[in-house]
């Protein structure tokens, strides 16, 4: 019965029409699932439910209120920065050692470029200097970082896992090493039309995380494998503005089975 009184919202089934997918993918339905948001992730019996759809179905839909109006500065101020001539933007990378991960200005190739900011920072990150890109990605990271920590908690509560100690590993003290922390970080992507049809912008793959939360991106070209039966699915499709897509990563799969 509680489960019941709890202001979730699940999406319609996936419509006949096909959503918008990458190139060289096979059609995939628009995603049914789990809609929640931070005010009832507090509440009793939450953490289970998250915990079973995320079992389920492999995501769950997050609503944060000021994400949308955030994601369009980030979406506004990063294309600025991507537009920028080569040699500038590799002024902002902060280069990868054998224990850290890169941040600031990455370029993989492959029709995609990104700019990774760590939630800590120390003195090695060179922001770029209108202050634009700055705002707008700590303005972001800071709400995508609350909901993770808040969902994180119901998670692991539900998992029967030490809530405080899951939940301190999303926020871990800056390295010493310059520009980088191991903790949570934002990467804002732009990825540039394939020069073939056939060609898929990125393979399957998981990502080595506790959560990853994404924001739609400017066209629903995101496309999931449902955890159940692995059918391609288009997550994007069904949400609503202020929603992030929220689905664990290897390190939560791992902690809860």
């Not at 789990?34 to 915990?51: F, R």
């Not at 890169?102 to 200097?129: C, I, K, M, S, T």
Request: charged fraction near 20%.
């Amino acid at each position: 019965r509680e489960r019941e009184s709890l202001p979730l919202r699940t999406s319609p089934p996936a419509p006949e029409k096909e959503a918008a997918l990458p190139l060289g993918t096979s059609p995939a339905a628009a995603a049914p699932g789990l809609h929640i948001d931070l005010i009832t992730l507090s509440k009793a019996g939450t953490g289970q439910i998250l915990l079973e759809a995320l079992k389920r179905d492999g995501y769950a839909f997050v609503r944060i209120p000021g994400l949308g109006a955030a994601r369009a500065a980030c979406l506004n101020a990063s294309t600025s920065f991507f537009g920028l001539p080569a040699e500038q933007k590799r002024r902002h990378r902060v280069a990868p050692s054998a224990t850290l991960r890169h941040a600031g200005y990455l370029d993989f190739g492959n029709d995609l470029q990104a700019f990774e900011v760590p939630l800590r920072l120390n003195g090695g990150f060179a922001w770029p200097p209108d202050g634009e890109l700055q705002r707008a990605a700590r303005r972001a990271i800071g709400l995508l970082f609350s909901a993770s920590k808040a969902a994180l908690a119901a998670v692991a509560l539900a998992a029967g896992l030490d809530s405080a100690a899951i939940t301190a590993m999303l926020d871990l003290a800056a390295s010493s090493e310059a520009g980088r922390s191991a903790g949570s970080s934002l990467r804002l992507c732009q990825y540039d039309a394939p020069a073939t049809e056939s060609a898929i912008t990125q393979p399957w793959h998981t990502d080595g995380t506790l959560l990853t939360l994404a924001p739609a991106g400017t066209a629903a070209r995101l496309v999931c494998r449902h955890a159940s039966d692995g059918s391609p699915i288009a997550p994007e499709a069904s949400m609503m503005p202020d929603e992030a897509l929220m689905f664990a990563g290897d390190v939560l799969s791992f902690l809860t089975g």
